[in-house]
């Protein structure tokens, strides 16, 4: 008798349960090339059944040792597109060929193999499968991982050859400890990876969301699991994390109002916050109250981990892209969108796109001041769009609401300007629950700058900077030597300039001067050095802005004059030469502060790190 095995019942033990039971005693059992291949693929990448079914064949070879059956390996391996069309019987399809060509029985617990090979004619030893009565123990056990976690632990790190440590405390309050004093070991990683990836696959309360070589991403009940390995770590590693707290709308502060503003019409709101702030928390209860009053809800998430009711609807990226996720929620056209997180420029980019399709957008950012938040989207989004785009930033502190602000447009003269053809389009932002000014966003001279107001939201003095830079920018357009400006109020400057310069700042008449004035709207009286009261470099004295805060060094490059200030990230600064003020900045992700060279900034930078003047950096 010859007995051709698939995958079903090696995997179950079928074959030598019969050769112990003495209905296989003297037969020859082909094994197809084809089910070791599907066996060992399962084994690299962790699975249980791979391990099974290669210890079934160990023990046939222990049989065959002993000569109560032959064993043989007949067939070829199945090829990357056969194993890929697995699930479509590609590889059910040479098993059966191998059962015809070596006029053999087939043998296998799969119905449907079972049911084909019968129609091509094919003797068939069909046997139930395995049931296994403990199967229903992992949904109620649940994870080994969970052992490591309490009531108060946000996530657990484990890696190989290493103590296990979490993140424990109250949110706002956490913090990074050890939980164990012995190292794990390799074996027990492997395990607890194992253990991740095939409760997540067999239980209905997980799925795997991202699996690439290297890297399985599981999301199980409210638990999100990273699982890396080598080559893509250079160890075996699992970071789980879990919220710790679930709340609703009516645990915050301000939750009448926003309760109102979010459902009176669709809004494009940004929850800004440090990591581990509660940004994703107060995301979720947002998302449940408007879908507890009848707006349609989804999410749109990469992983997906935001724990919301199965009225929600959670998409992650379609095709690689959530650009695609974006245009198929446009088709379903939800009446809010939970964007989590909101990070590169294309997630900027989407996230716009689809509030001015008319979706009410609600995006999680990262950001270390709710300003910042708004700031992300300078340069990602056209300047007089960001307010159709978002309409309300909320910060979120320690898990609570820290501020609320509105951002809207208005066409006005910047505060701490007074010329009325300096008017134009500014973006307001707005503290909510005070009605307060905080901060200007405009173009000054083709740059955006991001002005903070004080309390009353008036006459800032980044706007008697900015002033003070344009005046002394446009009078060394004229003039040859040193400039000093010296401001007297929001209308008036008087400057000083080598005297062998007064006639070229002035001009014929006073023409040239005229017409800088009427340009910037600022009366400006022009003296010499000598006239000045306050001692300067030019007449003897020391510079009146002496070089004060961080010494950089600039790197000119073929694009750009970079400033490194990698620990400053978010943070707005002003960047003086020689104590003079040049311009203020906000630092980017990055840690740097990028001028675009040939702009007049860049050109007046330049030319100070060509005369050897000392750059600094202050906080602005």
Known sequence: MNVVPDTSVVVDGRVSERVADGRYEGVTVYVPEAVVGELEAQANAGYDPGWTGLEELQRLAEYADDGEIRVEYVGRRPNAAETEGAGEGDIDALIRDLAAEYDATLLTSDGVQAEVARAKGLDVDYVEPVVDTDAAEPETEGLAVEEFFTDDTMSLHLRAGTQPKAKRGEIGEMHYERIADEPTSDE?????????????????????????????????????????????????????????????????????????????????????????????????????????????????????????????????????????????????????TVYDEVRKTEDFETFADMRLAGVGMIGVVHATRAIDALQRLVGRVELGMIPQVVDTVVYIEAGQIHTVYDVETEVKVPAGLTAEDLARPVIMITDSETGTPKYEIYTFNRQVVTVPLDDEGEEPSGVNQIAKQEIEREIHSVARGHVEVELQGQDRAVVYVEEDDISYVIG?????????????????????????????????GESAGSPQGEVVDPEITARHVVIR??????????????????????VGRGGDVQVSRGSAIAEELEDAIDRKQQITVVPA
């Open 508 to 540: 014929k008449g006073g023409g040239r001067i005229t017409e800088i004035e009427d340009r910037l709207g600022i009366d400006i009286d022009v003296r010499t050095h000598e006239e000045n009261p306050a001692p300067t470099a030019a007449n003897g």
């Open 188 to 336: 027990q990683m492997e395990e607890l990876a194992t253990d991740v990836i095939e409760t997540a696959r067999a239980s209905s309360d997980g799925f795997i969301e991202l699996s690439e070589e290297g890297m399985d991403i599981v999301q199980y009940r409210d638990y999100r699991i990273a699982v890396a390995r080598p080559p893509f770590a250079d160890a075996v590693e699992i970071t789980a994390v879990r919220p710790v707290a679930k709340t609703t709308i009516d645990d915050y502060a301000m939750a009448d109002e926003l309760k109102e503003r979010f459902t009176e019409r669709q809004r494009g709101v940004l929850i800004s916050g440090s990591p581990g702030a509660g940004k994703s928390t107060f995301a979720q209860a947002v998302a449940e109250y408007l879908n507890d009053n009848d707006f349609a809800v989804k999410t749109m998430e990469k992983p997906r981990d935001l724990q919301v009711g199965p009225e929600i609807t959670q998409y992650t990226e379609l095709g690689g892209s959530m650009e695609n996720t974006a245009d198929s929620l446009l088709m379903v056209r939800p009446d809010y």
């Open 565 to 586: 200030l990698d620990e400053h990230v978010g943070e707005t600064v002003e960047v003086r030469a020689g104590g003079d003020y040049l311009f203020t900045a906000t």
